[in-house]
């Protein structure tokens, strides 16, 4: 089993930065896929970004490239992601998720993921 817990959410004006930190407790996580994702009110969750085990490979929905970077440091057993250039449609509740076994290239996929953490608020104003 494995926990994740979010944190680093917040209010910030339109340009602003915010980094999300996810802490995983339990096993696998330094063998785990992360992906982070995102459910504005009203909307469906959404793909943000997704590594694999070692970090080396991310992936980014195309709204977010460029302004978003996801990272990880399995000696912390942490997930990161910075959020720069923030806009008001950036807001949402932001979650991390983990999987020891991806199918294939479905990184974007919620329901690939088999752990989720409890989500932090991310708001930006304008």
């Known amino acids: 089993q494995v926990q994740l817990v979010e944190t680093g959410g917040g209010l910030v004006q339109a340009g602003a930065s915010l980094r999300l930190h996810c802490l995983a407790s339990?096993?696998?996580?330094?063998?785990?896929?992360m992906g982070w994702f995102r459910q504005a009110s009203g909307q469906e969750r959404e793909f943000v970004a997704a590594?694999?085990?070692?970090?080396?490979?991310?992936h980014y929905a195309d709204s977010v490239k460029g302004r978003f970077t996801i990272s990880r440091d399995n000696a912390k057993n942490t997930g990161y992601l910075q959020m720069n250039s923030l806009k008001p449609e950036d807001t949402a509740v932001y979650y991390c998720?983990?999987?020891?076994?991806?199918?294939?290239?479905?990184?974007?996929?919620?329901?690939?993921?088999?752990?989720w953490g409890q989500g932090t608020q991310v708001t930006v104003s304008s």
């Open positions: 339990g096993r696998s996580f330094s063998s785990s896929t």
């Open positions: 590594t694999d085990w070692s970090g080396g490979s991310a």
């Open positions: 998720a983990t999987v020891d076994a991806l199918r294939g290239t479905y990184y974007d996929r919620a329901e690939e993921y088999v752990y």
